[in-house]
Every structure is written in structure tokens, then in C-alpha cells.
């Protein structure tokens, strides 16, 4: 190739690799300007993700602060913490399935929570997330801005009541027909399916509507949430199940946990009597730990919790944290002492009580085993009467000359106008007891140990004789049942006792504080 042909040749490719370079270098400029756009982009979507990120902390820390995080503590920790502890202790106390279905519960609903929460913690629209987060808010919080259209209180508790079963059914019943004197629309929640049909006309007669078994009453309080201004969940057990669902569904609800009485306070007494095996005494051991476990961080988890005694208020007081614990003990209805059925027309003793209550149980055997040998060496005729619903074969075969199994008594009124003396030799328990009141207000002389007294009040000596041991229950109850004066100013002043401190119409002012809603500001 000649050295002309050559330069051309040299001279064509340097003008197109300059063009080259020119378009090169035209499109890089236009690359850097669309990577700096980009980067604009970015910083500004990382800002607005920043503002997001803080928005889920804000509202992460309501939930973990707030009580209904801590009503999911039981699924979260407790249940974790005390497996191997928690299955057998419920399985010994009331039955493998019913220890199963207590176990995970709470951890359903657990589950549901993080099926339905989490897609909205991560939700692009504010209002889904602020409803979020209403949902897991402490009722203070959240009342002024979601107040319900109507007054209305779910009462929710294990079984349906029954005057004639026990005094927890006897006290409810008071307490609903109270509530609802007082303008409030009550219904209420069975945890069980199985009632008596009578049992629940007799609610429905009161103008009280009943929803029986679990799955009814959850899908009640899911559906129905914003209708109520107040749940009131009875026993441990219970509220253990109801309050996360409650606190789910219903955050503008107050939530108020009635103890009925301190589980874990019965269970660590029953493991001090003297006279049960070890197994027994490791059982109790092991049913008072778990129910402290379990009443601790329900009285951090209700916005109200009641008790039935200044003495039981003052244990709680000492772990519930900031919600108040208030007084709601039993109520009882008292009339006029009837004078035809004076201290010569009466005759024998009674002991009246639940033995689905083990307490009642261990009392009758002590009682019959320990103190009724002093009583018939001075009083040869005298006749234990021993009433109460699902009485046991073992205190049926405790029948004797002087021993008197009745079980159920459908009305008790005939008895205690011709019953001279009522017995109360409880070992241990915890509550008020509803028959020492129930006989006190029917001015029936009651003799007890102090633990059958306890929250009452009482003067001994004046209201009622209290006994400490066989020998002095034996004492107390010979005194009282020969000696016509002491046996008639005892009747009169036990009476007045129920009338002024046990009463609807005293208790009232307490049942209006325990049930009160919260002003709008």
C-alpha cells in the first residue's frame, strides 16, 4: 500500500474515533445525570423510610409497653418457662384435656395476633397502622377516642351460675342483678357449654342474654367488640384465656379480673396441713407456684382488679403495679329474725357447702373425725347435719347416729330456722366464705376457725365464737348450743353484722366504683 493511500487510510479512522470519543463521552454525561437523579431518589426514599422505621418504634414501644402486651405474657413466657412444670400440674388438677387446652390457649391467640398484626405493622397506610396499634393500646389510651354507643358489661366466668351450687355462683348473681339496677346492660359467657336449663332462664329473666362454651364467647367478643364498655372476667383460669382476646379485640373496653379468691393462697395453705401425704404436699406446692405465676401477671394485666376482702387486697396490692385493686365482697340478703323460730325450737348443727370446693371436703372429715367424738361425750344426741352440692361417696359413708349426709338441699331456709348451730372448721382456702355470711344473715351462730372468718371482720365473741383446734371448736360449740343467752345475743348481732356491711344496699356505692367508666376529657 503506497504511503498516500496510507494517510487517508490513518487520517479516516482518527476522525471516526474522535466522533467516538464524542458520543462516548455525550453518553457517559447523560448516564452520570441519570445515576445522580437516581441517587436523589434514593436519598429521599431512604428518608421517607426512616420516617417509617421510627413510626414502627413508636409503635412498637406502645405495644410493648402497653397491658395487653403484657396479657400475652402467659403464651409469650409462661407457658414456655414452665413447660415441664405447667402440663403435669394442670393434668393432676383438673384432667389431661382440660390441662391441654388451658396450656395453649393463650398461645392461639397468640398466633392469631401475629397472623393479623404483623401485615399491618408493614402497611404503607397510616390509618392501618395507627388501628394497629389501637388494637394493642391500654384502655386509657384509647377510651375518649373509642368509647361504645351503649353501656354494657360481658360478665364471662367458668359455669353458669347456680344459687343452689355455691356461693361464687350466689355472689355473681347478686353482683349482675346490681349491675343491671344500676343501667347497665348485662350479659354473659359461660366458659362451658354445659348448663342447666333452669340456670339460664333464670338469667334471662333478669333481661340477661347467655352465651355458653368458649367458642361462642370468643366469637362474641370478636364480633360484637366495640358494644362493650367493661369485660368482667371471674377465676384465673379464665381470665387467662379471655383477657388477650379481650385486649385483641375490645381495647377500649375496661377489663376488670375478679380474683373470686387467691388461688395460689389456697393451694400454698393446703401444703402446710399436717396431716397429707408428701405427694400431696409436693401437688400443692407445685399448684401454688404456678397459680402465683399466673395471678401475678394477671393483676398487671387488667385495668381493675377485684378481690372480696381488705385482707386479700392488701396481697394483691403488693404485686399488681399500677392498676387498683378494689373490694366487691359477697352480698346477701337478710330479713327480719324470725322470733317464732326461737333458741328452744332449734336443735343440731350444720355444715353447708360446695364439695366440687376440696377445702369444704377436708373440713367435714376433720370436723367429723376430730371434733364430733368431744361434742357427743357432752351432747349424746347430737346430729352433724351435712348439706352441700356434689357431696362425694366418702362423706356419704360417714353416716352415722350422729353423722347426717343430706348432699343437695334445694332451699336451705327450713334448715337454718331449725338449726341451732352452724359449723365452719376450715383448714385452709382463701375468699370470704359464703355460707358463714349466708348463715350469719339468717342469725344462725356460727363457730369457725379463723381462716372461716377471715376478711369478715368480725368481733369474736360478739358476732360469731372462733376456735383454733379440736378441743376448742368442741368448747365453743357446746357453749354456744346449751347457753340460751350467749346463743341469742350472738343471733342478733351476727345479723346485724351481714345487714350493715354485707347487704346490697351497703355494698352498692363499692359495685358503682367497680363498674364506673371514665369520663370523655
Same mark, same amino acid.
Given at each position: ?30 448516564? +452520570? ?19 417509617? &422505621?421510627?413510626?414502627?418504634?413508636? &409503635? *412498637?414501644?406502645?405495644?410493648? $409497653? ?19 412444670? !405447667? ?45 394497629? +396499634? ?20 360481658? !360478665? ?16 355473681? +348473681? ?27 332462664? $333464670? ?39 379471655? *383477657? ?110 360446695? !364439695? ?45 347416729? $350422729? ?47 379463723? *381462716? ?30 346449751? $347457753? ?32 364506673? &367508666?371514665?369520663?370523655?376529657?
Amino acid at each position: 500500500m503506497d504511503t498516500h493511500l496510507q494517510a487517508q487510510i490513518h487520517t479516516h479512522y482518527t476522525v471516526i474515533g474522535a466522533g467516538s470519543n464524542v458520543h462516548e463521552e455525550q453518553a457517559s454525561t447523560a448516564m +452520570l445525570r441519570e445515576t445522580n437523579e437516581d441517587i436523589q431518589r434514593l436519598r429521599h426514599e431512604l428518608m421517607e423510610a426512616h420516617v417509617h &422505621i421510627q413510626e414502627l418504634r413508636q &409503635i *412498637l414501644d406502645a405495644i410493648v $409497653n402497653s397491658k395487653a402486651w403484657r396479657a400475652t405474657e402467659v403464651p409469650r413466657h409462661l407457658f414456655d418457662s414452665l413447660k415441664g412444670l !405447667f402440663r403435669p400440674v394442670l393434668q393432676k388438677a383438673v384432667g389431661h384435656d382440660r390441662g391441654r387446652q388451658m396450656e395453649y390457649a393463650a398461645q392461639e391467640v397468640l398466633s392469631q395476633v401475629d397472623d393479623e398484626a404483623n401485615p399491618l405493622l408493614i402497611s404503607d397506610t397510616p390509618a392501618t397502622r395507627i388501628d394497629c +396499634l389501637g388494637r394493642f393500646q391500654s384502655t386509657a389510651d384509647t377510651i375518649a377516642g373509642c368509647a361504645p354507643r351503649a353501656q354494657c358489661v360481658l !360478665f364471662i366466668d367458668a359455669l353458669v351460675p347456680d344459687a343452689t351450687r355455691d356461693s361464687g355462683s350466689c355472689r355473681l +348473681l347478686a353482683l349482675m342483678s346490681a349491675v343491671a339496677s344500676i343501667g347497665y346492660k348485662v350479659e354473659f359467657a359461660a366458659d362451658s357449654e354445659v348448663a342447666e336449663s333452669s340456670c339460664v332462664m $333464670n338469667l334471662e329473666e333478669l333481661g340477661i342474654e347467655v352465651i355458653l362454651g368458649r367458642d361462642a364467647a370468643s366469637n362474641r367478643i370478636e364480633a360484637r367488640a366495640d358494644s362493650y364498655n367493661l369485660f368482667f372476667v371471674s377465676r384465673p383460669d379464665q381470665a387467662a384465656f379471655y *383477657l388477650p382476646l379481650i385486649r385483641y379485640y375490645s381495647p377500649q373496653a375496661i377489663a376488670i379480673y375478679d380474683t373470686v379468691d387467691l388461688y395460689f393462697l389456697r393451694y400454698s395453705r393446703a401444703s402446710l396441713l399436717p396431716d397429707i401425704s408428701n405427694d400431696d404436699r409436693q401437688g400443692y406446692h407445685e399448684l401454688s407456684h404456678h397459680y402465683s405465676l399466673l395471678e401475678h401477671y394477671l393483676a398487671t394485666a387488667a385495668d381493675r382488679i377485684i378481690v372480696v376482702s381488705d385482707d386479700e387486697r392488701v396481697v394483691v396490692e403488693g404485686f399488681s403495679g399500677s392498676s387498683p385493686v378494689l373490694v366487691l365482697p359477697n352480698i346477701h340478703k337478710t330479713k327480719e329474725l324470725d322470733s317464732s323460730a326461737d333458741f328452744t325450737s332449734r336443735s343440731n348443727i350444720l355444715f353447708v357447702g360446695s !364439695f366440687r370446693h376440696m377445702p369444704n371436703v377436708d373440713a367435714v372429715f376433720y370436723f367429723v373425725n376430730h371434733v364430733m367424738p368431744l361434742l357427743t361425750n357432752r351432747i349424746s344426741d347430737l346430729v352433724f347435719i351435712v348439706v352441700g352440692s356434689g357431696m362425694p361417696d366418702s362423706i356419704r359413708d360417714l353416716a352415722s347416729a $350422729n353423722v347426717l349426709p343430706l348432699g343437695f338441699v334445694d332451699d336451705l331456709t327450713d334448715l337454718y330456722r331449725s338449726i341451732r348451730v352452724v359449723v365452719a372448721p376450715l383448714r385452709y382456702g382463701a375468699g370470704l366464705k359464703g355460707k358463714v355470711g349466708e348463715s350469719m344473715s339468717f342469725g344462725v351462730p356460727v363457730v369457725g376457725t379463723p *381462716l372461716a372468718f377471715e376478711g369478715f371482720g368480725i368481733q369474736a365473741g360478739k358476732h360469731a365464737l372462733v376456735a383454733d383446734n379440736p378441743h376448742e371448736l368442741a368448747e365453743a360449740v357446746a357453749n354456744v348450743y346449751t $347457753n340460751q343467752s350467749l346463743w341469742e345475743q350472738i343471733s342478733i348481732e351476727a345479723h346485724s353484722f351481714i345487714d350493715e356491711r354485707f347487704s346490697e344496699r351497703a355494698v352498692l356505692s363499692r359495685i358503682k366504683d367497680v363498674f364506673s &367508666i371514665p369520663a370523655n376529657p
